[in-house]
């Protein structure tokens, strides 16, 4: 059984530009969760994608958007970053339709803007 | 925003029973707790969660309280790995996300 993967692991970029992080779902699961998690700080709920679309944002502006694919892999884009995007950005895992949909999280992607 | 209290930190010597409490005063009849911890700069990793009653699995056991307003995990006999953030969150069986408030930060000492 294979766990979330996520990538890059690390990334830097320059406030303005536009970033792509992905993620791959445990096998058997069909829902991803993102979550933003600045230092110091408890990880930060951005949206949910179940059957490829958004079901449920935090309080996220709309520079955050995602996609979920028909292999249940997600991605997140952040447009027009911004020095206090800076962070550990986390994707979960979860199967909707189980008794209880436990999320399982991958290792993260931290990005720097500068 | 978070419906969880925990102290922000604890000790615990290494072999001893490490005890880790949360408040969840206004935690409602269909919403579970569960227990997740982060080791520095990792994802968080599920350890177990709780309706009502008391819970154990190979990694903690699970105790709440009979009215549910509280809980405690308990990691039997901490080991120097145990040394993480341990976050106590409320949810309902099945929602769009979870709630992290800022955790217990457990440091296991040799």
């Known amino acids: 059984e294979t766990g979330v993967t996520q990538s890059p692991t690390h990334l830097i970029k320059t406030r303005g530009q536009q970033v792509t992080l992905r993620c791959s779902s445990q096998?058997?699961?069909?829902?991803v969760s993102w979550y933003q998690q600045a230092l110091g700080q408890g990880p930060q709920f951005i949206f949910q994608y179940y059957r490829e679309e958004e079901n449920g944002r935090g309080n996220f502006p709309p520079r955050f958007s995602g996609l979920q694919f028909p292999n249940y892999s997600s991605e997140l884009n952040v447009n027009a970053l911004e020095l206090d995007d800076s962070a550990l950005y986390l994707c979960?895992?979860?199967?909707?339709?189980?008794?209880?949909?436990?999320?399982?999280f991958g290792p993260g992607t931290r990005l720097l803007v500068l | 925003d978070a419906k969880t209290t925990q102290p922000p930190s604890m000790d615990c010597a290494e072999g001893r029973a490490a005890n880790l409490p949360c408040n969840h005063s206004t935690i409602s009849g269909n919403e579970y707790v569960y227990w997740y911890r982060q080791i520095h700069s990792q994802g968080p990793q599920y350890i177990i969660h709780g309706l009502k009653n008391n819970e154990t699995n190979e990694m903690a056991s699970l105790i709440i309280t009979e009215d549910r307003k509280s809980s405690t995990l308990i990691l039997p006999h901490a080991t120097l790995r145990d040394t993480a953030v341990y976050y106590c969150?409320?949810?309902?069986?099945?929602?769009?996300?979870?709630?992290f408030g800022t955790g217990t930060s457990l440091t296991v000492i040799p």
């Open positions: 979960a895992s979860s199967y909707r339709g189980a008794r209880l949909e436990t999320q399982y």
């Open positions: 969150i409320v949810r309902v069986y099945t929602g769009n996300q979870f709630y």
């Open positions: 096998s058997g699961h069909n829902t």
